[in-house]
């Protein structure tokens, strides 16, 4: 059975603040998916990253990195210099290689203040 | 357009009233998919859609109808909701179904049964 843990449920820093967002799957496959969404208060979910399993780069994207380690399953998420604009609800997300099922993690509720 | 569009963004309904909600995209995209999501939790899929044809229901109660007009509109037609059934519905989008790639989502209709 496919599973995703994020262990926090809130995360409140200051702005400036790094920030890392932690994310566990669990998977017997070899080919999987793995996912970041962002939720804004306005509720649509916003595509951040999408990484294959058998892709393990480390990622950057301004102010975004990704940490995927097949040896730990995790892909974690790290956002430096935090803004108050980050402040939402992120969610890391797990898909097969065949369906487009994507098995959400709890979220975790990351509040900015300035 | 990368944009997946959700109409109404609010509604309020009866136990006893039909309403419809409404997904647009334009995108090309052939799988469509609708999501649930209750407060502070993660998305749950509802139904899959690929090639304007029903792929997957995730044992979705009958009050909830899904139809796929044509490739570029999704509906969800309820019928005789519970109030338990208040929640954001999301409606997202992805290029293929069999392969596994990134879904849009729309801002989502937050639905409140009284």
């Not at chain 2, 969800?76 to 208040?86: I, T, V």
Request: net charge neutral.
């Amino acid at each position: 059975a496919q599973k995703v843990t994020q262990a926090q449920t809130e995360i409140s820093v200051v702005e400036k603040e790094d920030v890392t967002l932690d994310c566990v799957y669990e998977t017997r496959d070899t080919t999987y998916y793995l996912f970041w969404y962002k939720q804004p208060p306005s509720g649509e979910l916003v595509f951040l990253i999408r990484r294959n399993s058998f892709d393990e780069q480390n990622e950057i994207s301004g102010r975004y990195s990704w940490n995927f380690q097949k040896s730990t399953s995790s892909f974690n998420f790290t956002i430096t210099a935090s803004q108050v604009v980050d402040s939402a609800v992120y969610f890391c997300a797990l898909g097969m290689e065949y369906g487009n099922k994507l098995v959400f993690g709890a979220g975790t509720i990351l509040r900015v203040k300035s | 357009d990368t944009e997946v569009t959700q109409t109404p963004k609010h509604l309020v309904m009866g136990m006893t009233n039909k309403k419809s909600l409404k997904c647009e995209q334009h995108m090309g995209h052939r799988a469509m998919y609708w999501y649930k999501q209750k407060a502070k939790k993660p998305p749950e899929l509802m139904f899959v859609y690929s090639y304007e044809k029903l792929s997957i229901n995730e044992s979705v109660p009958s009050r909830f109808s899904p139809e796929c007009p044509n490739s570029s509109l999704l509906n969800l037609h309820l019928h005789a909701l519970q109030p338990e059934d208040s929640a954001l519905y999301l409606c997202a989008s992805s290029q293929f179904r069999e392969v596994n790639t990134e879904a849009f989502f729309g801002q989502g209709t937050r639905l409140t049964v009284v």
